[in-house]
């Protein structure tokens, strides 16, 4: 079966139907979010700290998120694979931007590409516009964008005009100028409530978003913290104690490796035993 497209995920948003998106960085996550049904599959730049142990997602470099991309468009049949592109991946000039954007939909069989917009941003407004011409399908972010950490000074919630928080009006204006440039469309990140229903009024592409409120087209989530893998977040619910289940599980192996309970004799192969 095809996976989603661009216009499979406007029709929904035409219709009125919420969109689902989660992160996953490696192939089995990946399979079982797309057999769970989601819309849409990030591989997210925050593999930077929930998938290989950075503090944040700065580090992670272009052939990191290649790697984990096409690890997961090989696991994934029917969700669109969007690949987040890693920090200075873009910006340093169009050529640069292009080509490592193209790197994701030509090596690793991403569907979509998202870029992180400052407000006002205006560079990235121009990279995008050029990628969306040339055919690559972009989704935008705005609110608070984690590659801008150190400037913003922290993760502030956006939309409230404070020292590190951009202005409502800022963050629906870059929204506006976003889908001038094509994107398909926005996620709305750590934002006011108001935020996240002004973009969404505004705008004529699906928000989605992660700590913006009930008001949005979508939703986003990190799979790891949804999961019960990571940090607790306001922002987030955890739907399941996976951490808990990994945990429990390798204590009861120790304990019957040690207590010589693992192998059993149903793990054993005798000499003219065919299973495998
Ligand atoms: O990288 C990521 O996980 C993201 C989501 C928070 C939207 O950009």
């Known amino acids: 079966m095809k996976r989603t497209s661009v216009q499979d995920i406007h029709s929904k948003y035409e219709a009125g139907e919420p969109l689902t998106m989660l992160t996953a960085y ?103 516009d050029r990628l969306t011409e040339l055919g690559i399908p972009v989704m935008g972010h705005v609110g608070f964008t984690p590659q801008r950490m150190h400037q913003i000074g922290g993760p502030y919630i956006q939309g409230r005009g404070q020292t590190g928080s951009a202005h409502v009006d800022a963050l629906v204006e870059t929204a506006e100028k976003l889908v001038d440039a094509g994107v398909f469309a926005v996620v709305l990140e750590t934002v006011t409530e108001e935020t996240g229903t002004r973009v969404t009024e505004a705008v004529d592409v699906p928000t989605i978003g992660i700590g913006a409120g009930r008001n949005v087209d979508g939703q986003v989530l990190v799979v790891t913290d949804m999961l019960g893998m990571g940090e607790a977040f306001k922002l987030s619910k955890q739907y399941a104690d996976v951490g808990e289940t990994i945990r429990d599980a390798v204590s009861e192996y120790v304990s019957e490796v040690e207590h010589g309970e693992f192998p059993a004799r149903e793990n054993v192969y005798e000499p003219e035993d065919e299973d495998s």
């Open 26 to 128: 490696d192939a089995p996550i990946a399979e079982l979010v797309d057999e769970g049904g989601v819309d849409m599959i990030l591989v997210g730049d925050s593999a930077g700290d929930n998938h290989l142990g950075y503090d944040d997602t700065l580090p992670l470099t272009m052939e990191e998120a290649l790697s984990n991309a096409a690890a997961v468009d090989r696991a994934v049949d029917d969700a669109m694979v969007v690949a987040d592109l890693p920090f200075l991946s873009y910006g340093a000039s169009m050529e640069q931007s292009v080509e490592n954007a193209g790197r994701f939909m030509k090596e690793a069989g991403a569907d979509a590409v998202k870029l992180e917009t400052a407000p006002h941003g205006e560079t990235t407004i121009e990279i995008i």
